[in-house]
């Protein structure tokens, strides 16, 4: 079921940081939005559409293809889907309030 942008599936709006690794090196990258089959997100030069990457979150590693990039963002699509059970913990991140 296609979202109402037209995308396979809903994403959600989150600010939480990445790694992305290419066969150049790694990136630290911003990401904008997340759902269980990609992500887009925001660094300085992002890899080049069509390449293959490795999405990093904490513990969450996921191969993904950039589908499209511009100077400072771009979409990945995961070559499968985000286990419910990672997005979860991805998304708690989120809505957890900072430890003392």
């Known amino acids: 079921m296609e979202s109402v942008d037209g995308r396979s599936a809903a994403r959600k709006h989150v ?18 939005d997340l759902s269980e089959s990609g992500v887009k997100i925001s660094c300085s030069g992002p890899p080049a559409e069509g390449r293959d990457v490795i999405f990093k979150h904490g513990e969450i590693f996921i191969a993904a293809r950039v589908t499209w990039a511009t100077e400072a963002d771009a979409g990945l699509e995961f070559y499968r889907k985000l286990p419910p059970g990672d997005l979860v913990k991805m998304l708690q991140l989120i ?6």
């Open 15 to 32: 600010l939480l940081k990445a790694i992305i690794i290419t066969d150049e090196g790694m990136l630290t990258a911003r990401i904008r």
């Open 95 to 100: 809505s957890s309030p900072p430890q003392a």
